[in-house]
């Protein structure tokens, strides 16, 4: 099987808090992990990938400062929402992949609600 | 520009038909592309990928083609039920990089 676990699923706060959001995967090893963020009847948008020990990269227009992440190990990233604002509020979906020309495997999204 | 077009209408059919669904693709030379199903409130789940070098592609119910020379891949599930509701994305890759995304096609099969 090919698990992806995201974490919380929904988030409620208020302007100017931090979100973080967690991404494992469960029964495999990530070389790579992907940040996307999805609007209402609209695609996926990549917003970074992560290689785990090194530096995300980072989708033209997505402010690297603002969407911080973190690939500590094989199986673990995480986004961190720094400051949220109400045009912050979206559904992010983060997905997992053993290596280039593999599927990618997604996390179940969380939805990120900002007062 | 490069674009990933899939048929914006949903598709409604009766049960027991097959489905087939359209990704069009412009400007892009994929080295591979691949199919999900997303329900509402959920993350994308995998179903096929298929390669350039492939024509067709099967998996029980599922078969996806290939075809680089119209660039456009077809998805057909046979033998649909009312579980398989739901938004189709097709989503491709240059090769070894980052995924990128059509809008989905929203399937509905009433029985």
């Known amino acids: 099987g090919a698990v992806v676990s995201q974490h919380p699923s929904r988030v409620i706060c208020k302007s100017g808090t931090s979100v973080k959001i967690e991404c494992r995967s469960l029964?495999?090893?990530?070389?790579?992990m992907f940040w996307y963020r999805q609007f209402p009847k609209k695609s996926l948008m990549l917003m970074a990938t992560?290689?785990?020990?090194?530096?995300?990269?980072?989708e033209q227009g997505v402010e690297k400062d603002k969407f911080l992440i973190n690939h500590a190990s094989l199986t673990l990233s995480t986004l961190t929402v720094t400051s949220a604002h109400p045009e912050d509020s979206s559904f992010y979906i983060c997905?997992?992949?053993?290596?280039?020309?593999?599927?990618?495997?997604f996390g179940d999204g969380t939805r990120l609600s900002i007062l | 520009s490069q674009k990933i077009e899939q048929n914006s209408e949903a598709l409604n059919i009766q049960e027991g038909k097959t489905a087939t669904l359209t990704c069009n693709y412009t400007?892009?030379?994929?080295?591979?592309l691949q199919w999900y199903r997303q329900d509402p409130g959920r993350g994308p789940v995998f179903l096929l990928l298929i390669r350039e070098n492939e024509k067709e592609k099967r998996k029980e119910r599922l078969k996806v083609t290939f075809d680089t020379t119209l660039k456009q891949s077809l998805f057909h599930i046979t033998a649909s039920q009312p579980a398989d509701s739901a938004t189709y994305l097709c989503a491709l890759s240059e090769w070894g990089n980052k995924l990128v995304f059509g809008a989905g096609t929203i399937l509905r099969v009433k029985s």
């Open positions: 992560s290689n785990e020990g090194s530096k995300a990269t980072y």
């Open positions: 029964d495999f090893q990530a070389t790579t």
């Open positions: 400007n892009y030379s994929p080295a591979y």
């Open positions: 997905s997992a992949r053993r290596q280039a020309g593999q599927p990618q495997h």
